[in-house]
């Protein structure tokens, strides 16, 4: 595992990360248009009051606003291939289908062949490390905050007159690189209904008539509280809010679309400084019955302590001293926090009628690609190593010590650091997921596959490959 390389990119990252940035001596990685003014210091609190007022900080970001996202989008650009590539495969509403191919950019004269020969010590030297592969910035770094897709923007909109939509930021993702809208949902009580939603999104202004008769009393309040919107850093009622209007804040199942996702992204609340915090990509609530430990850097280990977690601190960028100015919500956690785990713990994966009842493969039912995957994820791939069937996760966190491939540097107002452990995600229905990783920086299953391949010198081949990300489109 190159044991020198990382004890030398750990002490790098102490380095970085107790001296001023204008001070560390490096040349940013990427220059395309990096915004001026981005968070650089060490602060641990957000400040409290403001020193200028919301007319002024609004014109300010709206002003700022189109070059911001044109750098970003060139960053974008620079990393990914962005069209619009449908396989066949769909995803498990029916109504999208699954992204397919390598989106990642390779260095020029470079190719995966090339890197897979290459010791992490060697692309880190030369600087081979495809730029996708990174950890991948928040469109508006600096900032943060939530920021939705325009799909939700739009069905709140309609749905609630709720706004959602910043005026300092969108959001940065084409729409066919995400999962489909409005996400399924399956119970695990009625597995026998498959998607109870109608194909709508649940709100508080259609959950009941949706959901009566098939959840219980307990669901049902737990469901009405995970779609009651409470006021959150960027969305809230005070001065430095990032919506025009006063705004009643943010629910759960806004990120959570229908107990899933809808790939709205924000940064995790428990990294300091704040150019070193990681984007996060919504990750799906299915399947929250087998899991064990939760939230950004998962040290939270119920769901009930998630739920009152997200709503105390992840809301406001993990700062309880503006959460107490901005209206923090403090569910009560005998009724309140409980029901809405009890109806998250309702929540189950899409079916996966290749597998059997623990998790294997019907070889009466699955194409030898698929088989030849299914081989490669339990043995070479060493897939299952942490993604083991049924439920392909081990609720453990591991880390993949990727900054053994870059050195530390300042892109789009982010510190790119050693990110230290994450949790394993289940890979069941995780072709209705995209993006990946943490911060959603691999766009489809192809990347996923290639990065594992450099990351864990896996020395797949082409074949191994196609069916590994095969495999795993029947989870």
Not at 121 to 148: S, Y
Not at 261 to 288: I, K
Request: glycine letters at 6%.
């Amino acid at each position: 595992m190159a044991r020198s390389a990382c004890l030398l990119s750990a002490v790098c990252s102490i380095i970085f990360l107790v001296t001023p940035m204008s001070q560390a001596g490096y040349e940013p990685a990427e220059k395309l248009g990096t915004p001026k003014g981005a968070d650089t210091g060490h602060e641990t609190y957000i400040p409290v009051v403001s020193d200028q007022d919301f007319q002024s900080v609004m014109q300010k970001d709206q002003k700022a606003k189109p070059t911001v996202m044109d750098a970003h989008q060139k960053l974008l650009e620079r990393r990914y291939d962005l069209s619009d590539k449908p396989s066949k495969t769909m995803m498990s509403g029916g109504r999208k289908a699954v992204q397919e191919g390598v989106r990642v950019r390779l260095p020029d004269g470079v190719t995966w062949d090339d890197l897979a020969t290459m010791s992490p010590a060697e692309i880190q030297d030369k600087g081979l490390f495809p730029k996708g592969f990174l950890p991948l910035p928040h469109a508006k770094h600096a900032t943060g905050g939530m920021v939705f897709p325009e799909n939700q923007i739009e069905r709140i909109t309609e749905l609630e007159q709720r706004d959602l939509k910043r005026f300092d930021v969108e959001f940065d993702m084409p729409a066919h690189l995400m999962p489909e809208f409005p996400p399924p949902l399956f119970l695990t009580t009625r597995p026998d209904l498959g998607d109870v939603s109608q194909g709508k999104l649940l709100s508080i202004d259609n959950y009941f008539e949706i959901m009566h008769g098939l959840i219980t009393p307990v669901q049902m309040e737990g469901l009405r509280l995970l779609l009651t919107p409470f006021p959150q850093q960027q969305f809230n009622q005070t001065e430095d809010r990032k919506v025009m209007r006063p705004s009643l804040g943010v629910t759960c199942l806004d990120c959570h679309a229908n107990g899933h996702t809808n790939a709205a992204f924000h940064l995790n609340p428990d990294t300091r400084p704040h150019a070193a915090r990681l984007r996060l990509d919504t990750v799906s609530l299915r399947g929250m019955f087998n899991q064990q430990i939760h939230g950004s850097k998962r040290s939270l280990r119920s769901v009930e302590d998630f739920s009152e977690f997200e709503q105390r601190t992840a809301y406001f960028d993990g700062d309880h001293v503006t959460a107490a100015k901005k209206g923090v919500h403090l569910p009560n956690r005998p009724d309140q926090v409980a029901m809405m785990a009890q109806m998250q713990n309702m929540l189950d994966f899409p079916p996966a009628p290749k597998l059997d009842v623990l998790g294997r493969l019907d070889p009466d039912n699955a194409t030898e690609q698929e088989l030849l995957g299914q081989k490669v994820f339990n043995g070479k791939g060493q897939c299952a190593a942490c993604h083991a069937a049924p439920v392909f996760m081990d609720n453990l966190m591991h880390d993949l010590k990727v900054e053994r491939f870059y050195k530390p540097q300042m892109i789009n107002d982010q510190f790119i650091h050693a990110e230290g452990p994450i949790k394993t995600f289940t890979l069941r229905g995780i072709k209705d997921s995209p993006p990946y990783l943490h911060d959603g920086r691999l766009l489809t299953l192809e990347d996923t596959v290639e990065f594992f391949n450099l990351v864990l010198s896996l020395q797949l081949n082409t074949e191994e490959k196609a069916a590994l990300t095969a495999y795993m489109r029947t989870l």
